[in-house]
């Protein structure tokens, strides 16, 4: 199982980055996916997820509006499109693959991550 994070780098303040994420390994289009980041010194947390179809979205309150995730089954690919970024959501970003049983909203395990890509705001 693999799973590999893009499209991370410096922005400044109010742009904007595209994360891709793409999994091999298992069937990407049976599980739900999601966003994790991790800010320096800070624990992990919950950004997105989306279930299998593409058509259930789930958002952290402090992105709702900003971000946008999405998935191309046919490419094995999961997307995070982030408008608007703040300095404060400097971290790196990993997609994670859901496990069974693992409430949507809530961070899965490690064990299910990706490498991570790493997104700067800053001027």
């Known amino acids: 199982v693999q799973l590999v994070e893009s499209g991370g780098g410096m922005v400044q303040p109010g742009g904007s980055l595209r994360l891709s994420c793409v999994g091999s390994g298992f069937t990407f289009s049976s599980y739900y996916m999601s966003w994790v980041r991790q800010a320096p010194g800070k624990g992990p947390e919950w950004v997105s997820a989306?279930?299998?179809?593409?058509?259930?979205?789930y958002y952290a309150d402090s992105v709702k509006g900003r971000f946008t995730i999405s998935r191309d089954n046919a490419k094995n690919t999961l997307y995070l499109q982030m408008n608007r970024l703040k300095p404060e959501e400097t971290a790196l970003y990993y997609c994670?693959?859901?496990?069974?049983?693992?409430?949507?909203?809530?961070?899965?395990?490690?064990?299910?991550w990706g490498q991570g890509t790493q997104v700067t705001v800053s001027s």
């Open positions: 989306i279930n299998t179809g593409g058509y259930q979205i």
């Open positions: 994670a693959r859901l496990p069974t049983g693992v409430l949507v909203t809530t961070t899965p395990p490690r064990e299910y």
